[in-house]
């Protein structure tokens, strides 16, 4: 099952947001996630908030569209009473779960709501999670006719076994044929990869990412798999079915898939994310990690707007009801102290290879600069230009490099 909610703050029914989300909002960004809680079958490594149709408990898939809808006229209502600068969106994200589980119209009268809120930027970025299983020319076409310009597939692996493992569905062979017609509909095309799946080999891992370079995708995200509690994935590693990932082998994964990325043209701009070139980062990402304005709509959705983070009820129904009863779907929040705030910033900008200003630093975590630089985790020529960027080493050991910044 999804993980737990944060503790924090009741949110308030009405979902207020305080005046002082305003401050400074004419500078920020502001970006739309909508999360799509809907997936055929749960695979089994995934505990992300999303829901097959034996766990809906009477919440219905066909019903979605509309509720959200709601939501985001209440967002607008919210944003306008705590007096946030108006601005059109820059950028759209509709995650999961599988959005394209709901029909394309759906995912359309979605986003058009969006844009008939809040407008969108000329040049928005606007993108949808896919399964290779869940889409075909006609659906990705109608995609791109409704604005959509960028898809983002979870391919994970090229190797069968390897899939066979991650419980993924998809037949390998089908990655080149969903990147072709969302090429030939116009849109932008991303794919994610998994590595160090227990009985995956580093023959298996360079397979995969050849696999995903030969298809010129404009993306690539490659995650370290993560055994989450309460995952059949965690069951199967304690009772000794299957091996847990190991660490060094992982690191090896990573190492390889930089040299092969960077050979074909991808460049990292965060640990986990290679673009083609220069242009093709996930600018909704680096929206999240720069510390810019979104609301998250649908349940389990986090929303950030000016130093006040909120994340809505988890369950479908649950979501469903307070859609229907004309409450906010908010659960909890917390107001983020400066303290907090910049802490996050050294968190999320240390992994970022436009890298966290020193500045940011206290005087301890300035000088453990110079430690990291003879470690070889920090960039020496960055640093002297007051940034800190992870080198490679530094990017695989980042948990380590933020501890040292934070000085803990
Ligand atoms: C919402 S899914 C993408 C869309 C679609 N649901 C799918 O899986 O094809 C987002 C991505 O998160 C990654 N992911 C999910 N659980 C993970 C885990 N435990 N460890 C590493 N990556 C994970 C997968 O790469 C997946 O593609
Ligand atoms: S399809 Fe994606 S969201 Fe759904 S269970 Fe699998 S990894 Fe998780």
Redesign the pocket.
Known sequence: MPSALPLADPAPLDGLLPSTVADGSGQRNFGVYVHVPF?RVR?G????N?YTSDELRGAKRSDYAGQAIAEIALASGVLERAGVTPRAASTVFF?????TLLPAADLAAMLTAVERTWGLELDAEVTT????DSVDLDYLRALRAAGFTRV?????SAVPRVLATLE?T?DPERIPLVVAWAREAGLRVSL???YGTPGETLEDWRASVEHAIAQRPDHI?A??????DG?K?ARQIRSGELDAPDDDRQADMYELADELLEAAGYHWYEVSNWGHGSGNESRHNLAYWQGHDWWGVGPGAHSHVGGVRWWNVKHPAAYADRILAGHSPAAGRETLSDETQRVERVLLRSRLSEGLATAELTPAGRTAVAGLIADGLVDPGAALRGTVVPTLRGRLLADAVVRRLLDD
Request: aromatic share 12%; hydrophobic share 30%; charged share 15%.
């Open positions: 997936c695979c490594y995934c505990d992300f999303t995650g999961g779960g599988t959005p999670e896919a399964n290779p983002s597939f979870g391919m994970q993924r998809h994610d990869l998994i995200s995650y370290a798999l993560i055994v989450e995952t994935l």
